[in-house]
């Protein structure tokens, strides 16, 4: 293990986040609000730290990151940068406590998106626009960001993007990682772009556009106003963002073939097919569970059940209505749609849609086997059969997802919430999600949840965010072993 590396690396990350910190000031002063100042020292103090941690640990020869080292650089990085993300949080004076401020921070970075700030309309321009950034540099992966850009971080970086990026196998896009990088960025920053346009079209100011773009693709949920996107009231703004949200849960893969002319590969993709189907039969069934029960008519409901079911199933967050009023069958829908998240390979949370499919291959084989016991069968993704290990790592990750789960949940209710709310927060926060049923509904937040709870809720946003090998994978003593 080479501590110093590890610690040089995340030097250069946090000068990396300080550097982004300059926005939010140049917000502040474009809208002459009074946090100019906190804001800029919070930008300092996290550069002058990174400065500091990458001088101390600097004088040697940089080595290779190896596949130790990478774990922990990711695990660690994300804490520290969740740290630093919170000073703005407590110096411009929105929290009085660092609990709070870290839970925000942790909850933008991972795009969770569950706040625990009851008027968001009262923080400043430059506060919002701080707490939008944060899931739009999480919605990608700071790492991932930093090595697009970072050419130090070049050295290792395969390694990095699998602790980062953990998938059933890693598609380098281009023969270097660092070109793969600047490519998924390029696509992100694109497809940003697009969204702000769309809703500026659609009615927002440029302010707000920005910020929901942000939030939009980066699966985020988070918003500067405190009725999220119901407050604008448009139908077409609504729309949009259930489009694009739909797009950001989408494998950025498939884009760069896409844009690359090989748009077969889009249609082949078994997984991108499966997403589609589960969106629309979803929507389709929570549509009709609100026509006459919630809405007269049925475009009033499609309205409706497809924005929630495009936010919740893509690990967004967003809400246009109190869906905790909706009749008991599309609440249901909707924690199960939590579970599913986006494709592998985009900014979306959950299980992953292609590890729900292949865990339904595996199922229907093991019964076909036992029909035909004689039968040599494999299990196929996109006309490729995947091995015994691969399936494991699915098993074993669906294991771990609900044991995580289940642990948290005990605790939960162990420190006084109710059962409902304590289920429904450790799966959004596990999913990222952000809204849950209980206290910390739709039309609440996570203000009234205890202290305590809101920690083990922070290491469930990190466990998930991270796909939780790269976070439990620190607790082994084996890991630490020469």
Same mark, same amino acid.
């Given at each position: 293990?080479?501590?110093?590396?590890?610690?040089?690396?995340?030097?250069?990350?946090?000068?990396?986040?300080?550097?982004?910190?300059?926005?939010?000031?140049?917000?502040?002063?474009?809208?002459?609000?009074?946090?100019?100042?906190?804001?800029?020292?919070?930008?300092?103090?996290?550069?002058?730290?990174?400065?500091?941690?990458?001088?101390?640990?600097?004088?040697?020869?940089?080595?290779?990151?190896?596949?130790?080292?990478?774990?922990?650089?990711?695990?660690?990085?994300?804490?520290?940068?969740?740290?630093?993300?919170?000073?703005?949080?407590?110096?411009?004076?929105?929290?009085?406590?660092?609990?709070?401020?870290?839970?925000?921070?942790?909850?933008?970075?991972?795009?969770?998106?569950?706040?625990?700030?009851?008027?968001?309309?009262?923080?400043?321009?430059?506060?919002?626009?701080?707490?939008?950034?944060?899931?739009?540099?999480?919605?990608?992966?700071?790492?991932?960001?930093?090595?697009?850009?970072?050419?130090?971080?070049?050295?290792?970086?395969?390694?990095?993007?699998?602790?980062?990026?953990?998938?059933?196998?890693?598609?380098?896009?281009?023969?270097?990682?660092?070109?793969?990088?600047?490519?998924?960025?390029?696509?992100?920053?694109?497809?940003?772009? =697009?969204?702000?346009?769309?809703?500026?079209?659609?009615?927002?100011?440029?302010?707000?556009?920005?910020?929901?773009?942000?939030?939009?693709?980066?699966?985020?949920?988070?918003?500067?106003?405190?009725?999220?996107?119901?407050?604008?009231?448009?139908?077409?703004?609504?729309?949009?963002?259930?489009?694009?949200?739909?797009?950001?849960?989408?494998?950025?893969?498939?884009?760069?073939?896409?844009?690359?002319?090989?748009?077969?590969?889009?249609?082949?993709?078994?997984?991108?097919?499966?997403?589609?189907?589960?969106?629309?039969?979803?929507?389709?069934?929570?549509?009709?569970?609100?026509?006459?029960?919630?809405?007269?008519?049925?475009?009033?409901? =499609?309205?409706?059940?497809?924005?929630?079911?495009?936010?919740?199933?893509?690990?967004?967050?967003?809400?246009?209505?109190?869906?905790?009023?909706?009749?008991?069958?599309?609440?249901?829908?909707?924690?199960?749609?939590?579970?599913?998240?986006?494709?592998?390979?985009?900014?979306?949370?959950?299980?992953?849609?292609?590890?729900?499919?292949?865990?339904?291959?595996?199922?229907?084989?093991?019964?076909?086997?036992?029909?035909?016991?004689?039968?040599?069968?494999?299990?196929?993704?996109?006309?490729?059969?995947?091995?015994?290990?691969?399936?494991?790592?699915?098993?074993?990750?669906?294991?771990?997802?609900?044991?995580?789960?289940?642990?948290?949940?005990?605790?939960?209710?162990?420190?006084?919430?109710?059962?409902?709310?304590?289920?429904?927060?450790?799966?959004?926060?596990?999913?990222?999600?952000?809204?849950?049923?209980?206290?910390?509904?739709?039309?609440?937040?996570?203000?009234?949840?205890?202290?305590?709870?809101?920690?083990?809720?922070?290491?469930?946003?990190?466990?998930?965010?991270?796909?939780?090998?790269?976070?439990?994978?620190?607790?082994?003593?084996?890991?630490?072993?020469?």
């Amino acid at each position: 293990m080479n501590l110093k590396m590890v610690l040089n690396t995340i030097g250069i990350v946090l000068i990396f986040i300080s550097l982004f910190m300059i926005l939010p000031v140049v917000v502040s002063l474009v809208y002459d609000q009074t946090d100019t100042i906190p804001l800029m020292i919070s930008c300092l103090v996290t550069f002058i730290s990174g400065i500091i941690l990458f001088f101390l640990t600097g004088h040697q020869q940089r080595e290779e990151i190896r596949h130790r080292d990478a774990f922990l650089v990711v695990t660690l990085g994300w804490i520290s940068i969740a740290f630093f993300g919170a000073i703005p949080y407590l110096l411009t004076g929105t929290f009085d406590s660092f609990s709070n401020a870290y839970f925000e921070s942790m909850a933008g970075f991972t795009t969770t998106g569950s706040s625990v700030l009851n008027d968001i309309e009262s923080a400043s321009y430059g506060m919002l626009f701080w707490r939008s950034l944060t899931q739009w540099l999480g919605g990608m992966g700071i790492i991932l960001f930093a090595l697009a850009i970072l050419p130090l971080l070049g050295t290792g970086g395969m390694q990095l993007f699998k602790a980062e990026v953990p998938e059933i196998s890693v598609d380098k896009l281009r023969p270097r990682i660092i070109d793969t990088a600047k490519a998924l960025w390029f696509i992100y920053f694109g497809l940003t772009c =697009l969204a702000a346009a769309f809703f500026l079209v659609g009615g927002m100011d440029f302010f707000n556009a920005i910020c929901h773009a942000f939030t939009t693709m980066a699966t985020g949920g988070f918003s500067t106003k405190n009725a999220s996107m119901a407050s604008f009231q448009s139908p077409f703004i609504e729309y949009t963002a259930s489009v694009f949200m739909l797009l950001a849960g989408i494998n950025y893969s498939l884009y760069f073939h896409v844009f690359r002319g090989k748009t077969s590969r889009l249609w082949k993709s078994t997984e991108f097919k499966f997403y589609m189907t589960i969106v629309a039969s979803t929507t389709i069934l929570v549509t009709f569970g609100l026509w006459k029960t919630s809405y007269d008519s049925v475009g009033d409901s =499609l309205r409706y059940a497809f924005f929630q079911v495009s936010s919740i199933m893509t690990t967004t967050g967003y809400s246009t209505a109190n869906f905790e009023e909706w009749v008991p069958v599309t609440k249901m829908l909707l924690i199960i749609s939590m579970f599913f998240g986006g494709m592998i390979g985009s900014t979306g949370g959950g299980i992953k849609q292609v590890r729900i499919l292949l865990m339904l291959k595996q199922g229907y084989r093991e019964i076909y086997q036992l029909i035909h016991p004689h039968a040599v069968t494999t299990v196929k993704l996109d006309e490729r059969n995947l091995n015994k290990e691969v399936l494991g790592s699915i098993w074993g990750f669906l294991f771990l997802f609900i044991l995580v789960c289940m642990v948290a949940t005990i605790g939960m209710t162990a420190i006084g919430n109710d059962m409902i709310t304590s289920a429904t927060t450790v799966i959004s926060a596990m999913s990222n999600v952000g809204p849950a049923l209980g206290t910390a509904g739709p039309a609440e937040n996570y203000a009234a949840i205890p202290l305590a709870g809101k920690w083990i809720l922070i290491g469930c946003m990190l466990i998930g965010r991270l796909e939780i090998y790269t976070v439990l994978i620190l607790l082994v003593p084996q890991f630490w072993k020469k």
